[in-house]
C-alpha cells in the first residue's frame, strides 16, 4: 500500500487546458473518490495516476516516488474499467491469472492469488466459466479479482458500475467497499453519481472544468459545501436555491424572489443588504403556520418518504417528507425553512458566506 500525492497537476489536449493546477493529498489505505460532472476531468486525472495519460505540468507521487515518466506497468497499480475489459476466449481463472503469467510468476503462487482473489469475491464456482457466460456483476467481479491478484499498492476504478443495473450497482458498491475495508489498499474511485460518492468514500474531491471546487469528508461537504455548485452536485433531491438579499433586524431575514421572506440564523451586521442565494436541503423544510405560503405542483410518493415540488415566490422548490400527508396538486401549504441549516452564498462568486 501506499500514499499518492498530485501536486500541481495539469493536462492540455492542444492549446486546450483540461486539468488546471489539481493538487490532492491521497493517504495510504485511503479510499478517495472523484466525483463530477461528465466533461470535468475525473477520469483524465486518473488515467494521469494510472500512467495512460502523460502530464503536460506538475508531479504525481506514489509512495515516496514520483511517477511522471514511470511506465504504467511498473507503477504497481491495477485498475478496474467501465466496460471490464475480459478477454472472451479466457476462462475466469484465466482472465484472473494473466497478468501475473506474464510476469512470469510461479504456477503455484498464482493458483494461490486466483484462488483468494475467488474466495473473497465469492467466484470459486465460477472459475471455469468464460465471461459470455456471466452475468454484468459477476463479470464487475471478475475484473475486480484481477486487480486484486495482483496485489497492488492502489486501487484505480473509473466508473466501475456505470453499466450495471440501480439493484446491483447498490450491491455493488457495498461489495467494494466491504472489499476496501478487508484489504485496506489505497483507492481511487471515479463517478459522476454523487450517492455512490457519498456512500463509498473516506474522502471526496468534488471536481468541475478541470479544478478541484472541495475535499473533504461525505457529511463535511454535505453539512458544509464551499459554494454552490458543490452544494447543488452533493445531496440528492438537489439543495433548493432562492436569490435575494440579506435583512438584519436582530436575528435575520432573507428577501427572496416576489419579497418571500425566509428566516436566517447568526448572520453579522455587516451582511445587511448583502445580495445572496438562500440555500436550504429538501429534507429542511417543515409545514408550520408562521412559513413560507407555497403552492403544489407535483407529489412524488416513494414509501419512505413523499417529495413535494412546489412553487415559492414564483420559483420551484422541492421539500421531502418522512410523514406521510394528504397532499393535491394546486392545494397551499406553508413551508418553513429551519434556520439553523440555511446555506447562504455570495451572490456574485457563489462562495459560502455563513458559518
Not at 466508473?159 to 466491504?178: F, H
Amino acid at each position: 500500500m501506499a500514499s499518492v500525492a498530485i501536486r500541481d497537476v495539469r493536462k492540455a489536449f492542444g492549446t486546450t487546458a483540461v486539468i488546471h493546477g489539481v493538487d490532492i493529498s491521497i493517504l495510504d489505505g485511503e479510499f478517495v473518490v472523484l466525483v463530477g460532472p461528465s466533461g470535468c476531468g475525473k477520469s483524465t486525472l486518473l488515467r494521469m495516476i494510472a500512467g495512460l495519460e502523460n502530464i503536460t505540468g506538475g508531479e504525481i507521487a506514489i509512495g515516496e516516488r514520483v511517477v511522471n515518466n514511470v511506465p504504467p506497468k511498473e507503477r504497481d497499480i491495477a485498475m478496474v474499467f467501465q466496460n471490464y475489459a475480459l478477454y472472451p476466449h479466457m476462462t475466469v481463472a484465466d482472465n484472473m491469472a494473466f497478468s501475473m503469467k506474464l510476469r512470469g510468476a510461479p504456477k503455484e503462487e498464482i493458483d494461490s492469488r486466483v484462488q483468494r482473489a475467488a474466495g473473497i469475491l465469492g467466484l470459486e464456482n465460477l472459475l471455469e466459466r468464460y465471461p459470455r457466460q456471466l452475468s454484468g456483476g459477476q463479470r464487475q467481479r471478475v475484473a475486480m479479482g484481477r486487480a486484486i491478484v495482483r496485489d497492488p499498492q492502489v486501487f484505480l476504478f473509473d466508473e466501475p458500475l456505470s453499466n450495471l443495473d440501480a439493484k446491483l450497482r447498490v450491491q455493488m458498491r457495498t461489495e467494494i467497499k466491504e472489499l476496501h475495508q478487508r484489504l485496506k489498499t489505497t483507492t481511487v474511485y471515479v463517478t459522476h453519481d454523487q450517492i455512490e460518492a457519498m456512500t463509498m468514500a473516506d474522502k471526496i474531491v468534488v471536481m468541475h472544468d478541470g479544478i478541484v471546487e472541495q475535499i473533504g469528508a461525505p457529511l463535511d461537504l454535505y453539512d458544509k459545501p464551499a459554494n454552490v455548485f458543490v452544494a447543488g452536485f452533493i445531496g440528492s433531491p438537489a439543495m433548493n436555491f432562492l436569490k435575494g438579499k440579506v435583512q438584519v433586524n436582530g436575528t435575520g431575514t432573507f428577501i427572496g424572489p416576489q419579497g418571500v421572506k425566509l428566516p436566517l440564523a447568526n448572520v453579522p451586521a455587516s451582511a445587511n443588504g448583502v445580495e445572496a442565494i438562500y440555500g436550504i436541503r429538501p429534507e429542511n423544510f417543515t409545514l408550520a403556520d408562521d412559513g413560507a405560503e407555497a403552492e403544489i405542483i407535483v407529489i412524488e410518493p416513494t414509501g419512505s418518504e413523499t417529495q413535494v415540488f412546489a412553487n415559492l415566490g414564483g420559483e420551484e422548490v422541492v421539500a421531502v417528507f418522512r410523514e406521510r400527508h394528504q397532499f393535491k396538486p394546486g392545494e397551499k401549504i406553508r413551508l418553513k425553512p429551519d434556520p439553523k441549516l440555511v446555506h447562504l452564498f455570495d451572490a456574485s462568486t457563489g462562495k459560502r458566506l455563513n458559518s
